[in-house]
């Protein structure tokens, strides 16, 4: 497990709440994003069973959350939107680097670090959200992130030395900080 380097501010959390249809709208696609990032990893490295297999839950897992969220949407009357692209997500894949092993644990670690300031964010929905069946989800969402972001990172450490896997984090950590920073407070999951 790690830490991030910095922490979302509650005007995110005011900006959310003000517009959640739009909010639930990013979600589904933040989950189908998932999704797809689990089964291409399955994709390009079928040789890692370990890998394979533990994609595979997520991937189950991340379909159920994105048929949760959907569920919400039909409730509320709103729609599903058109994928655009998520600036945070751009800007942590500008930092993969090219060669086969350093592609692959980079991608592993942002993944991770993905998955952590979605665990952050979605946990914060649920401490401002009124109790009910919606705080419920949320609280059991960000529950789901943490083991998410455990994964990859485990991952990462089976197949590399740890060493290796705890610099590469730290330097991604402290870039994701960076950019963070500089990047607008958005109705967004990140």
């Keep these: 497990m790690f830490h991030l380097r910095s922490r979302t501010g ?43 297999d533990a994609m595979l839950e997520v991937a189950l897992e991340e379909l159920d959350h994105f048929r949760c969220v959907w569920e919400i949407m039909r409730e509320r009357g709103c729609k599903l939107a058109s994928d655009v692209k998520d600036p945070y997500v751009a800007g942590l894949r500008t930092q993969l680097r090219r060669g086969k092993d350093t592609y692959f644990l980079d991608r592993l670690l942002t993944s991770a670090i993905i998955e952590a300031r979605s665990c952050e ?3 914060l929905v ?16 960000t529950q789901c992130e943490a083991r998410h972001h ?10 590399h030395a740890r060493e290796l896997v705890s610099q590469r984090l730290d330097g991604l950590l402290d870039f994701e900080a960076e950019m963070l920073a500089a990047l607008p407070v958005r109705v967004a999951v990140h």
């Design 126 to 141: 649920a401490e401002a959200l009124q109790p009910g069946k919606l705080k419920d989800f949320y609280r059991e969402l």
């Design 121 to 123: 964010r979605l946990g």
């Design 150 to 159: 455990a994964l990859f990172v485990g991952l990462g450490e089976r197949y």
């Design 10 to 52: 509650p005007e995110w959390t005011e900006v959310v709440l003000g517009d959640f249809d739009a909010f639930l709208r990013d979600h589904a696609s933040c989950e189908r994003k998932a999704l797809a990032t689990a089964m291409s990893l399955v994709g390009h490295y079928p040789d890692k069973v370990e890998l394979v």
